[in-house]
């Protein structure tokens, strides 16, 4: 039986709406509800619109419900049989265009766009490849930017590759500049903005099912639409998208797309 709405909670999607342009009617309800719920309790405020106007006041408390939103669970090289398929794919894609624009959408904390520089590299001059990393949360974009992890968060690399791209300070690892300039890092809503540009791969991976089947209807048809011909989109290992067919996309490989035209 569906559980009756309450409206305390419908209020507080309605305000945070027009407060942050993020629209909680696309993410899974029970999820989010008890996420917020969990961190609603835990700051004292006794029902949701409360909870709001606390938000409304305080950019810290504002800043941290918009990560408990966001999730921003990642890591280098994610599930990395999936990204050794990957490889192979931009192999293709590198042997077939002069140039390849990519997309790491909810790139979160900068793993997964960092990753993918990892992988171009071995294929591409610098100058032959460029990553826009975007994501709704502009506290993960800052940590992306600067690009400091605990060394532990660097065990799916092997040792050449550390040596590489980082740069080891005690328990911190910074990646080197050479990483940094093939990225932009920037804002993005994937459910209300415009694509930031056309590309030629988009990894949107783990961020879907968070969504509404809904949600997802509005996601789809951006990300199809800003990919090139042939372009490739890589999605988490629970994201299968049914009837692909419908946002102009042909299965690839498993969790692959192709654009069709």
Known sequence: MKQAADPDYEQ????????????LVYYKEEQMRRRLSTLR?????????????ALQQSEKLLNECLNRITINVTEFFR???????????ISRLAAERSRLNVWSAACSTGEEAYSLVILLKKYLPDHAFHITAT???RDVLQKASEGQYP????????????????TQNGMTCTVNHSMKKSIRF????????????????IVCRNVLIYFTEEGKRLIYP???????????LFVGSTEQIFHPEHYLLRPAETFFYEKMQ
């Open 12 to 23: 507080f999607k309605n305000l945070f709406l027009q407060l942050t342009g993020i629209n």
């Open 41 to 53: 309790a835990k700051r004292g405020f006794s029902s949701f619109v409360r909870y709001f106007y």
């Open 79 to 89: 599930n990395r049989p999936r990204w050794a398929v990957l490889e192979q794919r």
């Open 135 to 137: 994501d709704i949360d």
């Open 151 to 166: 060394s532990t968060a660097l065990k799916e690399l092997s040792a050449k590759e550390r040596r590489a791209y980082f």
């Open 186 to 201: 920037s804002q993005n809503n994937l459910l209300s903005d415009p694509a930031p540009g056309t590309f030629d791969l």
């Open 222 to 232: 951006k990300l199809s639409g800003a990919l090139r011909k042939d372009g490739l």
